[in-house]
Antibody
Framework: EVQLVESGGGLVQPGGSLRLSCAAS????????MGWVRQAPGKGLEWVAN????????NYVDSVKGRFTISRDNAKNSVYLQMNSLRAEDTAVYYC??????????????WGQGTMVTVSS | QSALTQPASVSGSPGQSITISCTGT?????????VSWYQHHPGKAPKLMIY???KRPSGVSNRFSGSKSGNPASLTISGLQAEDEADYYC?????FGGGTKLTVL
């Protein structure tokens, strides 16, 4: 079964750090871009970051550049999001997703259930 | 990059059809960056419903259809069912629309 399972969310104080993990199964992980999307309470979906198959290329939304780092370990079929200098506005459910190129455009075809990150004192 | 523009809400009765629009700029939807559409039930994982503007992944009902290209892009749901009630998002590249809440009356 194709599956993504996130972990690592929780409550953290402003300025703190958290590392999210996403374990993939059921597909050849090393052949796909992977990424993260978040949804703040009462808000819509927001693309956060993605990473190339071999980890050689990474992209971030402007609001997290310099604070978040995406990485992957193809031997462990896992992708990570290291979040530093966290702010209240980073509070959200964070979804791991597979970023699939279909030939003419990309789309996010596999999603995890999400992990909640709350930044509050 | 600004979010794509969607109506905040749409509604329809069971069996009817509804269309959700997704308006972008010349650098995304307008430049033929083909849109994908996602269904999101609160508390669940989002689900890909349409990719490359008009293609359906395996397992998605043919009641869901999308416009191939153009600005605005659109998602049409025909034969509305109660389980279609959810939030719907368009996306072009790395930019999502603001989301549309579909209510089935």
């Amino acid at each position: 079964e194709v599956q993504l399972v996130e972990s690592g969310g929780g409550l953290v104080q402003p300025g703190g750090s958290l590392r999210l993990s996403c374990a993939a199964s059921g597909f050849t992980f090393s052949s796909y871009w992977m990424g993260w999307v978040r949804q703040a309470p009462g808000k819509g979906l927001e693309w956060v970051a993605n990473i190339k198959e071999d980890g050689s290329e990474k992209n971030y939304v402007d609001s997290v550049k310099g604070r978040f780092t995406i990485s992957r370990d193809n031997a462990k079929n896992s992708v990570y999001l290291q979040m530093n200098s966290l702010r209240a506005e980073d509070t959200a459910v964070y979804y791991c997703m597979r970023d699939m190129w279909f030939g003419e455009a990309n789309a996010f075809d596999i999603w995890g259930q999400g992990t909640m990150v709350t930044v509050s004192s | 990059q600004s979010a794509l523009t969607q109506p905040a809400s749409v509604s329809g009765s069971p069996g009817q059809s509804i269309t959700i629009s997704c308006t972008g700029t010349s650098s995304d939807v307008g430049s033929y960056n083909l849109v994908s559409w996602y269904q999101h039930h609160p508390g669940k994982a989002p689900k890909l419903m349409i990719y490359e503007g008009s293609k359906r992944p395996s397992g998605v009902s043919n009641r869901f259809s999308g416009s191939k290209s153009g600005n605005p892009a659109s998602l049409t749901i025909s034969g509305l069912q109660a389980e279609d009630e959810a939030d719907y998002y368009c996306c072009s590249g790395k930019v999502f629309g603001g989301g549309t809440k579909l209510t089935v009356l």
